[in-house]
Structure formats: C-alpha cells, structure tokens
C-alpha cells in the first residue's frame, strides 16, 4: 500500500509570512495526526482529525496555526504569521482507528526554516 | 500532563553487544507502548509494540513492560552499525488520543 505523502520536503520562509503544508494519509486510513518535531526533541502532537472531525487540538497554537480536514481524506496545516520558534519537522501520520492500537505510519516529513 | 522521559544519550554500544534503551512514563492509564527507531533527517519507523506487562520478541528486538513500575525498555540483540539512530518511546492511553512521545535516545553502534 502507499504510504503516507506530504509536500513539499522543505520549505525555507522569512518570519511573518504564511507558509501552508499538505498531507495525504495511506488510503482508508480514518485518523490523521500532525505533528511538531524541533530538532533533538521528540515529535509533539498538534492536531488530530477522525474522519473530516478535531478530536484533539488542545496543543495546536491557534493564534498563528491552522488545519483542515476536508472530505476526510487529505489535510492542509497552515502557518500564519511564521516565528522562528516554527523551525521544524512537520509530520504528518495515519491509523486505521483512532485508538491506534498497532501505532501509526509517519509521512516524510516537511522540514521549515524560518529566518 | 502526560510525560514519558527518555536517557537522551548517546548510548555507545560495541558491535554484537545487547543494546539495553529505557523509557518512563508518568500515566498509569497508559495502555499501549511504542518503540519507532528515527535515522538522522528521516521520519520515524514502528518497531514494536507492546500492551500486557511481560516480554515481548521480535528478531533481534525484545521490547519489556512493567506497569507497576511505569516501565518499558527495548533491548537489541547482536547490535549491528546499521541500528544505529535514536530510538524513541511513545505510550498511548488506548482511548482515542494520540501518541505521547520521550525524546528519543540516540544510539551508537560501534564497529
């Protein structure tokens, strides 16, 4: 089966500019995380959809980040204005359920650099 | 707040030795628990899993829990330079939120 797919691999913006990230999960796949990976830290959940629906976002900041879900399938994580505390790995990642009782599979990643 | 904490390293370990990576949590609701290995610039990959307290193998890899204890290790066997990456522990409550990440151990392998 595919996997999961984000784009694009890189992005490098200047602070305060919007920067907009895209996600595909593995195909049926209900659930779909995003998530925040800094350098030397282990990755930290900032959204979690169940079909097109938030089940959790209470780590996302709201006041600069934003995601959708739409149709339940694919899902954009956007940025605006971009500080440089945002440099880093954006992951994106899928389960079957949303228990995720067999863990989930990550996507490549977006790596941003904001200067 | 959830948090699971991991040795950040490095671990240096010879080649064909045991590998032995330790992870705590502070969740006693934690139902599953996670080991993902991460090469330097890639994302992270499932490993192994584990739900009941005991041992649980899979090749060279042997993942341990003790919730009494909040507890999970991984050991690897016949440590090979290509197991060389940071390991990372996440543990789940088993309801419908997502995986709480430690930070990862960075892992050396020594030829």
Redesign the interface.
């Known amino acids: 089966e595919a996997g999961v797919a984000q784009s694009p691999r890189y992005k490098i913006i200047e602070k305060r500019q919007s920067v907009a990230f895209w996600c595909n999960p593995i195909s049926g796949h209900a659930t779909l ?1 995003w998530y925040q990976q800094i350098l ?6 900032l959204i ?1 959809f ?1 079909n097109n629906g938030v ?2 976002d209470s780590q996302l900041p709201k006041d600069r980040f934003s995601a959708e879900r739409l149709k339940g399938v694919d899902s954009t994580l956007k940025i605006q204005p971009a500080k440089l505390e945002d440099s880093a ?1 954006y ?1 994106c990642a899928s389960s079957l359920d ?12 977006t790596r941003l650099t904001v200067v | 707040q959830k948090e699971v904490e991991q040795n950040s390293g490095p671990l240096s370990v010879p080649e064909g030795a045991i590998a032995s990576l330790n992870c705590t949590y502070s969740d006693r609701g934690s139902q599953s628990f996670f080991w993902y290995r991460q090469y330097s610039g890639k994302s992270p990959e499932l490993i192994m899993f584990i739900y009941s307290n005991g041992d649980k193998e899979d090749g060279r890899f042997t993942a341990q829990l003790n919730k009494a204890s909040q507890y999970v290790s991984l050991l690897i066997r016949d440590s090979q330079p290509s197991d060389s990456a940071t390991y990372l522990c996440a543990v789940n409550e088993g309801g419908a939120d997502g995986l709480t990440f430690g930070k990862g151990t960075h892992l050396i392998i020594q030829p």
Do not use: E, H, M
Not at chain 1, 40 to 45: R, V, Y
Not at chain 1, 98 to 109: H, N, P, Q
């Open positions: 995380y030397g830290q282990g990755p930290k959940l979690q169940q089940v959790d790995v992951l949303s228990r995720a009782r067999y863990g989930y599979t990550f996507g490549s990643g």
